[in-house]
């Protein structure tokens, strides 16, 4: 398998504070968003904090989906990387930050396993409610 | 919870190509590298692919640790992404690159939940083995 992969980084905030309290919405969430990409799930583990915050991954045969939200904050810190180029990473991200209903992502896209690389500045979307 | 995190995204490369494809030896790695840094363990879950290769996450109470190996390419792709400032992502990083006995390390430091930041460029190690 080549090396090569594109992870997405995103934050996202403005987000709907109840879905980001709800283990079972985010799980579900991000179990689609990798389907929605075209992934194939392998391995799902998420976990809910006192008082508040759900982290979790999806690992998918393309690498993975990660996501840890912080309800008091509105925010999301969201990860998608995925191996080779069948799959796009930016779906799923996009997914993510529709069903959050994120007002601001900020997102950088970091290119994995193919050497020393640069890294653009953070792209700033605003959306509206 | 504050949003601040840091993220070390690390690429080993010129890794022991046996533990690379040993899901128990990087299983207990992941977790022991968890620990080692401070961090409390909440999930685990890895899984080993055909024919080769294993990819696996820690989550933990300050956020994750994830990891992607390609023993054909001897290498392997590691994230430690910490939330707040208690525990240090780049102990668990390092911890990894040595039982990997990797012999370059690319790695960078992405600020999160800290709002639009630049990203340093890549810095490049190179260990004896």
């Known amino acids: 398998m080549d090396t090569m992969g594109r992870?997405?980084?995103?934050?996202?905030?403005g987000c709907n504070v109840d879905k980001l309290n709800n283990l079972k919405f985010i799980e579900k969430m991000m179990v689609d968003a990798a389907l929605e990409s075209g992934a194939e799930v392998r391995e799902v583990a998420f976990h809910k904090f006192a008082p508040m915050g759900v982290s979790g991954v999806v690992i998918i045969s393309e690498s993975h989906l990660t996501i840890h939200s912080f309800?008091?904050?509105g925010y999301a810190s969201v990860d998608v990387y995925t191996c080779g180029d069948r799959i796009d990473p930016n779906v799923a991200a996009e997914y993510i930050t529709k069903q959050l209903?994120?007002?601001?992502r900020e997102s950088i896209l970091v290119p994995r396993g193919m050497g020393p690389v640069e890294v653009k500045p953070y792209k700033v979307e605003t959306f509206q409610k």
Chains 1, 2 share one sequence.
């Open 101 to 104: 209903e994120a007002t601001k």
């Open 71 to 73: 309800p008091e904050h």
């Open 7 to 13: 992870h997405v980084i995103a934050e996202l905030w």
